[in-house]
T-cell receptor
């Protein structure tokens, strides 16, 4: 079946512009995560959605970052007034959460964002 | 505050030998541990995992060991193959929720 799909795969934009990144999780997966990987760094947690619960936004680095998940499926991560330090690979992951059953996350190939 | 640490940024191993990748963590509430493999320009791919109630899990050439008292996790690859060359990330889940924490990765090179 289809894996996690992210678009665009690459995005180059000028500083100060807004960008929107999209994630299509695996069908049926209830949990969706966004991470950021800057050059030479590990994965930095940004935000987590689980079903109809309020999202865990504790990893968002500033109020320029926001995300939504519509209909419990597709998610969009929006970065307003982009800065050069926002340049990174943005990764989306989904998993099927079920009480008492450990399930790994499945990742998309990411969006490589470059801010000029 | 890095709760999951991979202190070796890189590792080189001869083909056919054992590769040992290490990971340390600080949070005693972690209950599920995972290893991911990542090739350039691709997302991380799940490799193997272990629950905190176990100390070993094996899947083919890959074995994960968990030492809870030392808060240490390791991945053994035997025998190592050139196709194993990739960046390996260690991850852990906080049992109080579903947030995962990742290490900074170890780049493994298997020399033919």
């Amino acid at each position: 079946g289809a894996g996690v799909s992210q678009s665009p795969s690459n995005k180059v934009t000028e500083k100060g512009k807004d960008v929107e990144l999209r994630c299509d999780p695996i069908s049926g997966h209830t949990a969706l995560y966004w991470y950021r990987q800057s050059l030479g760094q590990g994965l930095e947690f940004l935000i987590y959605f689980q079903g109809n619960s309020a999202p865990d936004k504790s990893g968002l680095p500033s109020d320029r970052f926001s995300a939504e998940r519509t209909g419990g499926s597709v998610s969009t991560l929006t970065i307003q007034r982009t800065q050069q330090e926002d340049s990174a690979v943005y990764l989306c992951a989904s998993s099927y959460l079920r009480t008492g059953n450990n399930q790994p996350q499945h990742f998309g190939d990411g969006t490589r964002l470059s801010i000029l | 505050d890095q709760q999951v640490k991979q202190n070796s940024p890189s590792l080189s191993v001869q083909e056919g030998r054992i590769s040992i990748l290490n990971c340390d963590y600080t949070n005693s509430m972690f209950d599920y541990f995972l290893w991911y493999k990542k090739y350039p320009a691709e997302g991380p791919t799940f490799l193997i995992s272990i629950s905190s109630i176990k100390d070993k899990n094996e899947d083919g050439r890959f074995t994960v060991f968990l030492n809870k008292s030392a808060k240490h996790l390791s991945l053994h690859i035997v025998p190592s193959q050139p196709g194993d060359s990739a960046v390996y990330f260690c991850a852990a889940r906080d049992g109080r929720g579903n947030q995962f924490y990742f290490g900074t990765g170890t780049s493994l090179t298997v020399i033919p």
